[in-house]
Nanobody, 116 residues
Framework: QVQLVESGGGLVQAGGSLRLSCAAS????????VAWYRQAPGKQRELVAI???????DYADSVKGRFTISRDNAKNTVYLQMNSLKPEDTAVYYC??????????WGQGTQVTVSS
């Protein structure tokens, strides 16, 4: 059974930092890209960051320079380091890995709330 489990969310003041983790079981993370998405109330889910390999990453313009995605293949875990957080970063954050329509897995999400 495939499971992606996010953790690390919480309440933080603007300017603070959080590190999200996405731990996988039942699959090998290193064979597929892993992405972080977020969804704020009343808004569509949006791509925040994606990692293809340790040196191949991409970010939404809104988080460039503040967020860093990384992976630890030995731990089968992907991280999202979030610095200089803003109230507009408040959302539920989800991790996803996808190779095809039949290899498309999501975690349950973790809430990030940034107070002003």
């Amino acid at each position: 059974q495939v499971q992606l489990v996010e953790s690390g969310g919480g309440l933080v003041q603007a300017g603070g930092s959080l590190r999200l983790s996405c731990a996988a079981s039942g699959i090998i993370f290193s064979i597929s890209p892993v992405a972080w998405y977020r969804q704020a109330p009343g808004k569509q889910r949006e791509l925040v960051a994606i990692i293809f390999s340790s040196t191949n990453t991409d970010y939404a313009d809104s988080v460039k320079g503040r967020f860093t995605i990384s992976r630890d293949n030995a731990k089968n875990t992907v991280y999202l380091q979030m610095n200089s957080l803003k109230p507009e970063d408040t959302a539920v954050y989800y991790c996803n890995t996808r190779l095809s329509k039949n290899y498309d897995y999501w975690g349950q999400g973790t809430q990030v709330t940034v107070s002003s």
